[in-house]
């Protein structure tokens, strides 16, 4: 079964979530596959995987690429927030394990059609389904600029400011199309490069978690994740971005405490039961020898919690 994609934290994922023989799973985010094949051979030889991917691309390769593999691998072309609604659709019950890996594959990131690479001319999409909602290019020629600047401060991107105006003036006379397009107008305003990370890296990740409204579908997806999973299965979520992995922490902060009343309050008013145990205090990296291998690891930061 060939895997072109190198999934990332491979072993650590396995090893936390504790797999065994014939237990089910879901792969949040399917990809290129990689999780899922390891997952598939460690839950042999009858656990069975429930996959999704917004990309219909991607299902389609799955179907081909995993085909011996069908009668334990269920594929979904939809988001992974809504997810528990599958579980029931399915009957996919006792549900001992989520991995929610928020990268993107290596297949997406070199198709030109996609633009999810600022390496590669082609279309500014930025969407993981072609066919659903605004692409980056329509949303760069319609927003307004608040919107605009506060996409680019949620993604962490620095110029913000100087950037959200540049690209104001500029769609009034050339509206973006390309990668291009965007790539010469973030190079006018931040430069060329010089340091460790390119100039457009956080302009094209804070448009992407934009466009696919990507930190509202995890805050859903890790509340449906719990909801399915049994007591002692556990969730692992592979984040890539600051914003992402915030939401994480502060999720598994808050599913580990019984109250979550503000402090000044004498007594408990939320009711509220914690549903998590944490088993990572701290995110999980990448090794110096999976860098050495897979450099796209070197923002990696797996979590994994337990459900009591």
């Not at 042999?44 to 334990?72: C, E, M, T, W, Y």
């Not at 600051?242 to 994480?248: A, L, N, P, Y």
């Amino acid at each position: 079964m060939p895997i072109k994609h190198t999934p990332v934290l491979l072993e650590e994922v396995i090893a936390g979530l504790k797999l065994s023989a014939n237990a089910n799973l879901i792969d949040g985010t399917f990809g290129s596959g990689g999780h899922a094949a390891a997952i598939l051979q460690a839950t042999a030889p009858r656990g069975k995987l429930l996959a999704f991917d917004r990309d219909p691309q991607v299902i389609n390769q799955a179907v081909r690429q995993f085909k011996s593999l069908l009668s334990r691998l269920t594929l979904i072309n939809d988001s992974y927030s809504n997810l528990d609604s599958y579980v029931k659709r399915y009957k996919f019950n006792h549900v001992a394990g989520v991995l929610l890996d928020l990268g993107f594959s290596s297949t997406q990131l070199a198709d030109s059609t996609r633009g999810f690479s600022f390496q590669i001319s082609g279309l500014l999409d930025l969407r993981y389904n072609p066919s659903a909602g605004m692409s980056a290019a329509e949303l760069l020629n319609t927003a307004p600029a608040a919107q605009l600047e506060k996409i680019f401060l949620q993604g962490d991107e620095p110029a913000a400011s100087r950037l959200t105006k540049a690209i104001i003036k500029e769609r009034r006379q050339h509206p973006f199309t390309t990668t291009d397009d965007l790539l010469q107008v973030v190079q006018a305003v931040k430069g060329h490069g010089g340091r460790s990370l390119h100039p457009a890296t956080l302009v094209w990740q804070a448009l992407r978690l934009a466009v696919n409204n990507e930190l509202a579908e995890l805050k859903s997806g890790l509340a449906a994740a719990v909801k399915v999973l049994v007591p002692k299965g556990r969730l692992a979520v592979i984040s890539f971005h600051s914003g992402e992995d915030r939401v994480v922490k502060s999720f598994f902060q808050l599913e580990s405490r019984d109250c979550i009343c503000p402090p000044a309050w004498p007594v408990c008013r939320c009711q509220h039961v914690r549903t998590l145990k944490v088993i990572t205090k701290k995110p999980v990296y990448a090794s110096n020898d999976e860098l050495k291998k897979n450099p796209r690891a070197r923002s990696a930061k797996l979590r994994i919690a337990e459900k009591l």
